[in-house]
């Protein structure tokens, strides 16, 4: 298994502003994946992160809106970038080990 | 791309009452399925797991899951329900093409009553 830590783990931004989700695993992974989850909605993928390579986006998820940094096999950033009130929402990290994926305890995000 | 359906939204049950949530997938392939859980305020948890072998899973806290290929299905059951069983239930697919990537349902909200 995996221990992943994140930060912030909530935060209230105000629109057009920027926040960075930070990620950090407890080993070494080459696959990270970024979800969102919405209010009363389930696990979006947003993009998958290997190390040394540029991030892969999901249908609806670009490059310029959610930034990701993946700068080593333990840590990774995502970026909200000029936030509006419909990115009001759960930010998940998560890992691939074994055919299995776990996941961080999420940074809540508000958008005023 | 996979599409992973729930069918119900919210159940809502008395304790020792018997559940069975509803999980179907789309993909025809080589297929792994989970059922995650997420209690109130907590963050996703791992219930169960189906790779290969025994299509009858069981996982943590007395839940059981079966998978039905004919049928693209992976219900999840427990016998009993607890009011500690209150929770949201996302059922997953992880498909063999490599991504690595999990496609989950919209979730099930279970409100169990004392």
């Known amino acids: 298994s995996a221990v992943i830590s994140q930060k912030p783990s909530r935060d209230i931004c105000q629109r057009g502003t920027s926040l960075t989700i930070q990620c950090q695993v407890d080993?070494?992974?080459?696959?990270m994946f970024w979800y969102r989850q919405q209010p009363g909605q389930s696990l979006t993928l947003i993009a998958t992160?290997?190390?040394?390579?540029?991030?892969?986006?999901e249908s609806g998820f670009v490059i310029d809106k959610f930034p990701i940094s993946r700068p080593n096999l333990t840590f990774s950033t995502l970026t909200v970038s000029n936030m509006s009130p419909e990115d009001s929402s759960i930010y998940l990290c998560?890992?691939?080990?074994?055919?299995?994926?776990?996941f961080g305890p999420g940074t809540r995000l508000t958008v005023l | 791309a996979q599409s992973v359906s729930q069918h119900n939204h919210h159940v809502i049950l008395s304790e020792a009452a018997s559940l069975e949530l509803g999980c179907n997938y789309s993909?025809?392939?080589?297929?792994?399925l989970f059922w995650y859980v997420q209690y109130p305020g907590q963050h996703l948890q791992l219930l169960l797991k189906?790779?290969?072998?025994?299509?009858l899973v069981k996982g943590i806290k007395g839940f059981e899951a079966e998978f039905i290929k004919s049928k693209f299905s992976f219900n999840l059951r427990k016998p009993s329900v607890q009011w500690s069983d209150t929770a949201e239930y996302f059922c997953?697919?992880?498909?063999?093409?490599?991504?690595?990537?999990?496609?989950f349902g919209t979730g099930t909200r279970l409100t169990v009553i004392p």
């Open positions: 080993s070494q992974v080459t696959m």
């Open positions: 993909y025809g392939g080589t297929v792994n």
């Open positions: 997953a697919v992880l498909d063999q093409t490599g991504a690595n990537n999990l496609f």
């Open positions: 189906y790779f290969s072998g025994d299509p």
């Open positions: 998560s890992v691939a080990g074994g055919n299995e994926q776990f």
């Open positions: 992160a290997n190390q040394g390579s540029e991030a892969t986006y």
